[in-house]
């Protein structure tokens, strides 16, 4: 059972990437599943979330209107689509799923430039 992130990378502001966790073990579609950041020096916090079979969302009021989260269940993939990125949208970028316990991926580390 693991996460695995990809996709991260540096880009310059207003630029765009695309992150994806890859799930295996179990099916991403019974649980809600979540992106976190972490800065340097800061906790982690909560970037986006995908709840239920609606798949219903929540987003950071730093990042909303500028990521998407959304869910392929076929694949069992989540994906994090992040436009108009800005240098503090600087973090390592984290899967998380709570089943049966806390279980994150190993992080994909995306850098914005000025």
């Known amino acids: 059972v693991r996460l695995v992130e990809s996709g991260g990378g540096l880009v310059q502001a207003g630029g765009v990437l695309r992150l994806s966790c890859a799930a295996s073990?179990?099916?991403?579609?019974?649980?809600?599943m979540s992106w976190y950041r972490q800065a340097p020096g800061k906790e982690r916090e909560r970037v986006a979330s995908?709840?239920?079979?609606?798949?219903?969302?929540g987003y950071a009021d730093s990042v909303k209107g500028r990521f998407t989260v959304s869910r392929d269940n076929d694949n069992n993939m989540v994906h994090l689509q992040m436009n108009s990125l800005k240098p503090e949208d600087t973090a390592i970028y984290y899967c998380?799923?709570?089943?049966?316990?806390?279980?994150w991926g190993q992080g994909t580390q995306v850098t914005v430039s000025s």
């Open positions: 998380y799923v709570n089943r049966a316990g806390d279980l």
């Open positions: 073990g179990f099916a991403i579609s019974k649980y809600p």
């Open positions: 995908i709840f239920n079979i609606r798949g219903d969302t």
